[in-house]
């Protein structure tokens, strides 16, 4: 979990693979990227076996070019389509029971805490809704009321996408899915409202269509997750197989439905706002 990790021992780079050199040389260790610098760089996710076109892969790619120290970061996820990619990246990876992400999570940042008390370790759980708030439920909200000190990102597809095309608490009242063939009875859980009930200190909604955007918000999440409290970003990421979205047109949904439905939103409580506007204060000193 640092930048040694990465770093072989002096004489043996040139007999690694290209693409293990390529990583140690020319990829994000130690460096603050920005969204017009992709493909310009070894990203520590490149190849998965998601579905052609997925918005979720995408969102992912982003989140891990936005983590501000991945040396220093560990993710946690469970079953879904998002551990797929999550877990083929160079960053720790653990995986969770179905259910206990954030539960696990809260362990590992008390645990690093005690090991590493000179150095942050920064703690991100990437799960989709179904492992996150049908299944997860009970160990989401026990972390945000116990203020931990990690961030929660739902991968947000509305369905069960990795297991056939179930409901789940996030599709929409009304949709018809392959295994919920009369439609959805129950409106979608407000989990944004849960987390506000919670005062979680940073809160945001969002969709993979504005790069930068996406980005800088999962930077301002982990940080404030890092040193004030909880964080919660909630992706929309369709799941172009159960809802019949031709690959073409993922992006084209992704706008519509940010324009209808899920539209940008950051909630951040009176301390995560002063500490952030620290942070971007003595960034832009230094420039």
Not at 4 to 17: D, K
Request: hydrophobic share 40%; aromatic share 8%.
């Amino acid at each position: 979990m640092s930048l040694e990790t990465v770093r072989p021992s002096p004489g043996f780079l040139e007999y690694l693979p290209v693409e293990y050199q390529d990583l140690v040389r020319h990829g994000q260790y130690g460096k603050s990227m920005k969204a017009t610098d992709m493909g310009k760089f070894k990203e520590l996710v490149e190849e998965h076996p998601m579905c052609a076109g997925c918005a979720m892969s995408l969102f992912i790619r982003l989140a891990f070019i936005a983590l501000p120290t991945p040396e220093h970061t560990i993710m946690v996820g469970t079953a879904g389509c998002g551990r797929l990619a999550i877990s083929q990246a160079n960053v720790p990876f653990i995986y969770g029971n179905y259910g206990d992400t954030n539960a696990v999570a809260s362990g590992l940042k008390k645990g690093l805490a005690v090991r590493f008390p000179n150095q942050f370790k920064d703690v991100v759980v990437m799960a989709g809704d179904g492992g996150l708030v049908d299944i997860g439920f009970q160990g989401l909200m026990h972390s945000w009321f116990r203020k931990e000190r990690f961030t929660t990102i739902m991968l947000d597809n509305e369905v069960y996408g990795n297991t056939g095309g179930q409901e789940s608490g996030m599709t929409m009242q009304g949709k018809v899915l392959k295994m919920a063939p009369r439609g959805k009875r129950d409106e979608k859980i407000d989990v944004l409202g849960l987390a506000q009930t919670a005062k979680v200190d940073y809160i945001a909604r969002i969709a993979p269509t504005n790069p930068a955007r996406v980005m800088r918000t999962i930077r301002r999440a982990v940080l404030v997750a890092r040193e004030v409290g909880a964080a919660y970003i909630q992706a929309y990421t369709s799941c172009n197989i159960e809802y019949s979205i031709p690959t073409p047109d993922v992006m084209r949904d992704a706008f519509d439905i940010e324009k209808e439905r899920y539209g940008f939103l950051e909630i951040i409580s009176d301390r995560a706002k002063e500490y952030l506007d620290g942070i971007e204060k003595k960034s832009k000193e230094k420039k």
